[in-house]
C-alpha cells in the first residue's frame, strides 16, 4: 500500500540512527533484535557495549558477515549496506556505547 509506511520521528536526523531503526532501508532494521535503544532483548545482545567487546574492525566484520548461526544468528547486511552506510551505522553505535559493569 502506498503511503503505509513509517515516517521517522521529526526529532531524529542521524542517518547512521535512521538505518538503525529501520527508516532510512526497510531491509536494514537493527532495532527489530538489539531494541530502539540497542540495549538487546530475546533474540539479540545488547550492542552498547559492542566497542569495549570488539574492534571497529571486527564490528564492521559481524555488520557485513553476520555472526553465529540458527534462528538468533545475526543476519549479514554485506549486499544491504555500502561502505557509507557502515560508517554512518559504526558512528550512530559509538554514540550509544555504555560502560561495562565490572
Not at 36 to 47: L, M, R, S, T
Amino acid at each position: 500500500m502506498i503511503g503505509c509506511e513509517a515516517k521517522p520521528p521529526a526529532d531524529i536526523a542521524d542517518p547512521g540512527q535512521l538505518l538503525f531503526l529501520g527508516f532510512a532501508k526497510k531491509e536494514v532494521n537493527c532495532a527489530r533484535c538489539h531494541g530502539q535503544n540497542g540495549a538487546g532483548g530475546p533474540e539479540a545482545p545488547d550492542i552498547r557495549t559492542v566497542f569495549a567487546k570488539y574492534d571497529e574492525e571486527v564490528v564492521v566484520e559481524i555488520i557485513e558477515v553476520g555472526k553465529g548461526e540458527g534462528p538468533d544468528a545475526m543476519p549479514s547486511f554485506e549486499t544491504q549496506l555500502n561502505e557509507e552506510e557502515v560508517d554512518l551505522l559504526l558512528k550512530f553505535l559509538k554514540s550509544i556505547q555504555i560502560e561495562l559493569e565490572p
